[in-house]
């Protein structure tokens, strides 16, 4: 599980939404509520802008209340850096997978509803191995991509 903190602040009626990890990160909402799942929404824009500028994606820091990525993008993010960890390119990932780039272009795209058989493919080519538990939810937070739309 990946949560960031978000800062919420009151501003002018509004409730200004940040994260210290994302700087990039800046949005609003009318409330608590509404900021805090806006800054979810955002986190998710601002994980997919990284991974296309090709620019690290920092550990989470500490604090509450927490914007939780989903667990698809928490496995895109776990590849994305395992290949920049190894200096594999996606030509190089297209490559070992015997899959068009197209298709690595998908694994990577965390607004794409990638398969797991998928991601496990992605994994194990880079010699890595997924391992999945559960644990007890233990503070607030907003699951990002499922922000209230207007």
């Not at 919420?8 to 509404?34: I, N, W």
């Not at 015997?98 to 398969?115: I, K």
């Amino acid at each position: 599980m990946l949560a960031y903190p978000i800062v919420l602040q009151d501003d002018d009626g509004s409730v200004l939404a940040t994260c210290p990890d994302f700087p990039e990160l800046t949005t609003f909402g009318d409330d608590r509520e509404e900021a805090l799942a806006r800054a979810g929404d955002a986190l998710q824009e601002a994980i997919a802008a990284r991974i296309h500028d090709r620019k690290d994606i920092p550990p989470p820091s500490r604090g509450e209340p927490c914007a939780v990525l989903p667990t698809l993008t928490v496995v895109k993010v776990m590849l994305y850096q395992g290949m920049r960890e190894q200096g594999i390119g996606k030509a190089e990932l297209a490559r070992r997978l015997g899959w068009h780039m197209p298709q690595v272009d998908r694994v990577l795209d965390v607004q794409h509803r990638s398969r797991l058989d998928q991601m496990d493919a992605a994994l194990a080519a880079m010699g890595r191995q997924l391992h999945v538990s559960d644990a007890p939810a233990s503070a607030p937070t907003v699951a990002a991509g499922h922000g209230r739309r207007r």
